[in-house]
């Protein structure tokens, strides 16, 4: 009854390619070659892969075992478990709110960057006249940013309506093996570029020079902790909600290790295939979030040029897009489910579409800031934090404020909701309900292989990684 209204996975190969699908975004093709490329390539990778297999692997069993055991979202499942605990649900479902509204900006850039491509193949120009220098005039161009905005959120709407089976698995099983297949074929392309080889010396080879200096490598750790949770999409209830419309034969533990383990790879691809076409056509990779859209811009259009160039160029971003529209239905399916659950709970027919819609309408109100700030490039329709509060990069508590409304945001999800998130749950998982996930894991009848690993984790790992983590966070206010 309960179940067949609330929807559920048809297959366990569709939920892995939703889950997957989650995990894989603009955070492995946006976040994970940018930030890498800022902070110093080898060192930032060494300690992103040693938070995935502590933390992220963890948690994200934690949330599909509270998921399945509890059959709710991340509203529900933690009021499930008692009430005192509603709070880490709220908490977890601020985070894909915030989340989304920067996200919905950077996917309908990215959308806009596809269709230039697109139109530049049947020879009209699709960029207003301005070739690589495109990135900044959209930026200050209120009308594509916002009508981009609304394309995206739209599109992200349509297949959440759709529902779980027919609209949310439908949808990634079909483009995520897709998405795959054209990953490869940019890279081996990039790979055959010649000086293409310093962008992946850049990524492996060994250099720790970074950690001379005790305060970056808290920076470091900051950051591979921020973007852990980003692109793994754990701690903001998404892998929670996912696992509730998981049946009870289905084996947690895999799919926990797998997802992270495809996440991972896809964000190492990532890399190997932005760094090295940055090096192979003299483009600065540590120029921070435009990375993608106006280094890549220029590696097509100048360095590659002519109509190979127009073509990987649209691959590329129809690549991103996609990569990004099945994240960003999983961040609108927590919130919708959320609200759903409750209708349910309270006995009413649920309504999906409404409350879909709804969210979408809210997340267009909040996004507009994100849209119209020109990344805090200054002189903006809309002035961006620290220029509504008259700060300097001098003054004290201007890292609080960041440079820029998706800065802000980011902030307070990844530096805090987040890591506190994380925090609330392991403890919880760890040491009062010790035996939920095992127990959860052992309901498919299958033994839950590594149950020490994972109990350690979370009573002592997870428990210090996040407190150092939020200290360094909340010392950056005071800078
Ligand atoms: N994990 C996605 C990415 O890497 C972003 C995301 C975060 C998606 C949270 C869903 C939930 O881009």
Known sequence: ????????????????????????????????????????????LVIY????????????????????????????????????????????????????????????????????????????DGFAGQGS??????????QSMLLFLLLFLVCTMVIVMGGIKGGIEKFSKAVMPALGVILVVIIVFVALQPGAIEGYKFMFQPDFSLFADGASFFEVLKTASGQMFFSLSVAMGINITFGSYLSKEKKLQRNAVMVPLFDTLFALLAGMMILPACAAFGVDYAQGPGLLFASMQ??????????????????????????????????????????????LDKGKEPKRKKTALVFAVLIFAIGIPVALDALGRGGAAIQAPYELLGLTPDSPGYA????????????????ILMPLGALLMSLLLGWVFPNLVKDECEVSGHRFKGAAYFKFCFRFVIPVVMLLVLATQIQSFFL
């Open 1 to 44: 009854m309960e179940t067949s209204k609330r929807g559920q996975w048809g297959s366990s190969f569709g939920f892995l390619m939703a889950s997957i699908g989650s995990a894989i975004g603009l955070g492995n093709l946006w976040g994970f070659p940018y930030k890498m490329g800022k902070t110093g390539g080898f060192a930032f």
């Open 49 to 124: 892969l040693i938070l995935v297999a502590l933390v992220g692997i963890v948690l994200m069993l934690g949330e599909f075992a509270l998921g399945r055991k509890t059959g709710k979202g991340a509203g529900g499942a933690y009021t499930a478990l008692a009430k005192k605990y509603s709070f880490i649900g709220y908490m977890a479902v601020i985070s894909p709110f915030l989340i989304l509204a920067f996200y919905a900006v950077l996917g309908g850039m990215v959308l806009r960057y596809c269709l230039g491509f697109l139109v530049q193949l049947f020879g009209v």
């Open 133 to 142: 220098g495109f990135f900044s005039w959209l930026l200050y161009s209120e």
């Open 298 to 343: 220029k590696v097509f259009l100048d360095g590659m040029g002519g109509t190979a160039g127009n073509l990987m160029g649209f691959l590329f971003y129809f690549l991103v897009f996609i990569a990004a529209i099945t994240s960003s239905i999983a961040l609108l399916e927590v919130l919708t489910a959320a609200v759903v659950d409750r209708q």
């Open 400 to 415: 609080m404020w960041n440079d820029c409304w998706l800065d802000f945001y980011d902030m307070i999800t990844e530096g």
